[in-house]
């Protein structure tokens, strides 16, 4: 199974997901099912992408890029893992923007996992090389079932910055994560990924798809990345 994960970060009104998704729709895509498709949209379009992606019968899931490290309770504003839980089967977390914009730590994020494992979600655990091995031992600590989970290699200069990673080096990185999570999930790879360089990541051994960012706000880039990487598999 090949992965191709959008992530829309904090963009798309839901008027904007309405379109995006009627235009990927017309784009009349051929959906490979050996490719899973899936959006991490804001929490406010999830049900409205969700509606309409049963509506034109599309195969992609909705994620959300975030949830509450807390469980139900008083705790204003936060969005918990039980109430994703009516809404989509993933949740990213760990993006390199929640650590630098919210503080965000490996301590946090493993309980995030730990929050979302408990509601019967998968966690798209986002890393990056300086704390890739404290992340998977907490997350071995806290027991955390590796095998309902997926990681993302995601170098910091590589996010957003039309620069993306050395394949080779992706692959090695990948090779790493592999053997610190015994081979029992996915690993991505996350960075200034294009419909021109996904087959470059996607071919490597380790590697079984890609997140991406800005490249993913554009439905008929979507598309072709998604026909790139059926190509190949
Ligand atoms: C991301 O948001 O995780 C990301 C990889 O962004 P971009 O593809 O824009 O680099």
Redesign the pocket.
């Known amino acids: 199974m090949r992965y191709l994960i959008g992530?829309w970060?904090s963009y798309q009104t839901i008027s904007q997901t309405q379109t995006w998704l009627t235009d990927f729709s017309n784009a009349k895509p051929k959906i490979n099912n050996r490719i899973k498709l899936i959006l991490c949209a804001p929490f406010t379009d999830l049900a409205e992408a969700k509606r309409i992606i049963h509506h034109y019968g599309l195969q992609i899931e909705v994620a959300a890029q975030d949830v509450s490290p807390f469980e139900e309770g008083k705790h204003t504003g936060e969005i918990n893992a039980k109430m994703l839980s009516e809404l989509t089967t993933y949740c990213l977390v760990g993006?390199?923007?929640r650590r630098r914009e919210f503080n965000e730590t490996s301590e946090i994020v493993a309980e995030k996992v730990a929050r979302l494992i408990e509601a019967n979600l998968s966690p798209i655990i986002?890393l990056d090389t300086p704390y890739l091995e404290e992340q998977i031992k907490l997350l071995l600590h806290k027991r955390i079932p590796l095998e309902r989970c997926l990681f993302?290699y995601?170098p910091l200069a590589?996010?957003?910055?039309g620069q993306p990673a050395d394949p080779f080096e992706v692959e090695m990185i990948a090779q790493k994560i592999s053997f610190l999570t015994e081979s029992r999930c996915p690993i991505l790879y996350?960075?200034?990924?294009t419909p021109e360089n996904v087959i470059s990541y996607a071919r490597h051994h380790c590697v079984d798809g890609v997140?991406?960012?800005?490249?993913?706000l554009n439905p008929a880039h979507f598309v072709q990345m998604m026909d790139n990487l059926s190509y190949e598999s």
């Open positions: 992530n970060k993006h390199s923007e986002c993302v995601e590589a996010i957003g910055s996350g960075g200034s990924v997140l991406v960012g800005g490249e993913s």
